[in-house]
């Protein structure tokens, strides 16, 4: 009787004999052996990774950088936060970038990695002020800073080991291999850096409105916001009357006419300055049913307004936006100040509203520009809190402007509104506090981004997105994040981060720097070795007399600034201080959030300081999501954790993921199901290793080096052509970042290329076979298994290290360097090969599947001379003769074959399977036919002669 044996991922037929004598042929098979184990518990699992990345993945880094060739590849590593554990974000950004230089290495290239952190800022001073139970950082900033400071040293430290775990390769024992934004050679870089703006023009100090947060007490850029979609605002009519008419206007003395504005924050009403309208636009003069009052709405707006507020009118006129150019009105807050002005302005369209603006230029981008070219001054009535100060009138003075604010402004306006109701929208909030911004005019500074954004938008032209499929849109949305930026705000009223190291005259507000001031101030922080001084010391301990000589300033009544840098620009001047003489990244690689935030300031400080981009091209990762599709929060209870992943999974488990999933979606699935995939892919792939290991034996076993091509039989030299394909193929996906395609490529070559095709149809030979049939087979799967961990490496260096122990105990793989022969590759013996296959499906087809193939006599009927001629270079015998002993037998896995031609041209080939009865096969190769059980084939018994 027959038993079925699966060895790995082949599987043969043997003959289970009741005789004794079949023994003695089991030491004459050529098995697989290896000590490499099919599988490890978890626990010698974590001990192998962690033995991994203290001694080979510790060395690895720098052993590439000593080895490899120039010139560098250069991945400038976006910083993280150092404000806590790490989460599943993480691991998808540290491991594509992992991924990214594995494969560079692997290449033969020098990689340039340099991994930062992000020390500053409001997500770290937020909880450093927790645990004084301050509320602001301004009360004591030392004790502030010294908490935030360690805070952020303890989370890089948790983080650093973490991202090691995973096999991240750095010099992570180098300090000089890492950056901190918190570090003295840090600080003095981004202050050279911030000196040479300031010198250029192209940064400076002045009263604009910024997104400001009352609850965080400081400034905000817009990639410090998320959006409440579900924000209720007043939705509000307001009328305003004009105290000059149009010229082109007639109207009865006993009637007032009202410039109708349409709001959704009436507590900006207080500090309206102006009316804006667009002298492109036609209005229309309402009278409503109930009065005799006139009211000014754009012309296309009017429908829009009587559907709102269910008011009646009609239209008593229509005049065009040019008529409204000289108009004043009075504003209803303040009766007996001046007429306020009506300005023309592009801003302003008939898309909603009334088509006619309320303009506070406090408190809006568009309406400040408007008014600062009206050379209007800018009337500011909140503040820093949120409240309305002392300029407010008594009534509002004190109150909050998101809370009793509205309410107040609209009581005190209830004539002149004329109609309210309420508006569900998206409003932003602090993005670390959850509470509403505003927009509020402050003093602050500022880079001029209008005189950058024709530069780099021309740098965004040359830069390659990834991955290609998302590119053209990719480009679009950070060149339009780029143009409509009006200007960038990089100072905060904070304690934690880089003090903007500047004096004022405090008598005329007066900016007092320059290099010799900064070079003063940089010294002092390489002497103290950090820059808290700049809050503890006073004017008189920070800048020498000397160095105001160039300032027609007293010194008594110089004051030191407070304001500290925008971590954005923190983070946006890395590349200054990692990226030396010049040099441009070859690749940024972070999340699609970036393209407002460090994507967009690296381009700007770099066009800025250097007049390029600092990056060649960009690679953009989405999110992380429960299989629900839900952002993971700890609200929610959806977080999974990376270390509880690793824990259950193994680390390169996690790294299958993330090449499996990070590179396909915006939003990156986390379920148990994928990771429960991922292991169980990696597994298999585990097994074929431990099988190419078992064959193979160890490195200098005996000469395997690969024979010349002719001497080859097919099928090794069709792996070794496939062979080709695939690395080739690999490096390409490698190469556009199309992870998720290698792995599905590398599966693939496995089950199909390896497992099913080769390995299985060459087990006879290589178990049975002649000593030159062995040698050859394990010289051809060698190379496979060469290429094969070379392509594995840069997803799961854990497994191939530690297949490659058992091959090679006195190197490393990331030691190697492998590249197939171009000589390999051979089309016509994949056609021979492939056609051959085509017959075996057939044969499939129509064969008894529940009896061994060795059974079967096979007869090929060709009516296509191409099939028959290729068919025949693996069945050289006479061609009408039976012969149990050509490739073809061995590839279709049968006793013998008949080849014939036939006359049937409508038919490219036929397959007719007759079952061999009343016979045997060799006790020692389970293939070819014998007269009994006691004997053996001829082939085994020439092997067992040689083995003698």
Known sequence: MFRYVRFFNTRFYSIKHATKDTVKYTATVNLPKTRFPSRLSATKRTELERTLVETTFAKAYNYQFEHNKEPQYILHDGPPYANGDLHMGHAVNKILKDITIRHQIMKGRKVHYKPGWDCHGLPIELKALASTGKKTGTDDPIVVRQKSRQFAMDAIGRQKEEFRSWGILSNWHDNDGLYYTFNPDFICNQLHLFQKLYEKGLVYRDLKPVYWSPSSKTALAEAELEYDNNFISPSVYVRFPLDKL?????????????????????????????????????????????????????????????????????????????????????????????????????????????????????HGPDDFLVCLDKKVAVKSLVDEEGLYNKNAPIYLQGKSVLKEGNSIVMEHLKNDIVYADKLTHSYPLDWRTKEPIILRASEQWFINTSLLKDKAVKEIENVKIYPRVNADASKSTLTKQVIKRPYWCISRQRSWGVPIPVFYDKNTGKVICDKDILNHVCNMVSKEGNIDFWWSKSVAELLPKSLLKNFNVEFDDVVKGLDIFDIWFDSGSTWSRVLKDKQIADLYLEGYDQFTGWFQSSLLTSVAARNCAPYKSIFVHGFTVDEKGHKMSKSLGNVISPKDITKKYGVDALRWWVASHGTQHMAITVSDKLLQQAAESLAKIRLTLRYLNGVIGTRGDKNKAVADLKELKFLNQYLL??????????????????????????????????????????????????????????????????????????????????????????????????????????????????????????LNQKADSSKPSWFMAVTIKCGNDRIFNLLQHLHTEVVDADDTNTELCEILQVQSVKLLKTNNLNMDFDVEVQEIKESTLCPRCRRYAVPSESDICQRCSNVLKNQK
Request: charged share 20%.
């Open 246 to 362: 149009p010229q082109s206007l007639q109207v009865e003395d006993s009637r007032n006419v009202y410039a109708l504005i349409w709001t959704t924050t009436p507590w900006t009403l207080p500090s309206n300055q102006a009316i804006c309208f667009n002298c492109n636009l036609k209005y229309s003069l309402l009278k409503f049913k109930s009065s005799d009052d006139l009211y000014l709405v754009a012309s296309n707006l009017v429908e829009d307004f009587v559907k709102t507020s269910n008011i009646e009118c009609e239209i008593k006129g229509n005049i065009e936006g040019t008529d409204l150019d000289g108009c004043t009105y009075k504003h209803p807050l303040y009766p007996e100040q001046s007429s306020l002005p009506f300005f023309n302005a592009t801003h302003v369209q008939d898309s909603k509203g009334t088509g006619l603006v309320h303009t506070a230029p406090a």
């Open 721 to 842: 052509s496939k062979l080709v394909d695939f690395e080739k193929e690999v490096n390409s996906l490698y190469e556009s970042h199309e992870y998720n395609r290698a792995v599905a490529h590398i599966q693939n070559f496995v089950a199909n290329q390896i497992s099913a095709i080769y390995v299985h149809l060459i087990k006879d030979r290589l178990y049975c076979g002649t000593r030159e049939e062995i040698e050859r087979v394990g010289s051809t799967l060698e190379q496979c298994y060469f290429i094969l961990n070379k392509t594995l490496w840069p997803i799961a260096p854990f497994l191939v290290e530690e297949s490659w122990s058992y091959y090679d105990t006195n190197t490393h793989f990331h030691q190697q360097s492998f590249v197939c022969d171009d000589k390999w590759k051979n089309v016509s013996s994949e056609k021979i090969v492939d056609t051959a296959l085509e017959v075996k499906r057939l």
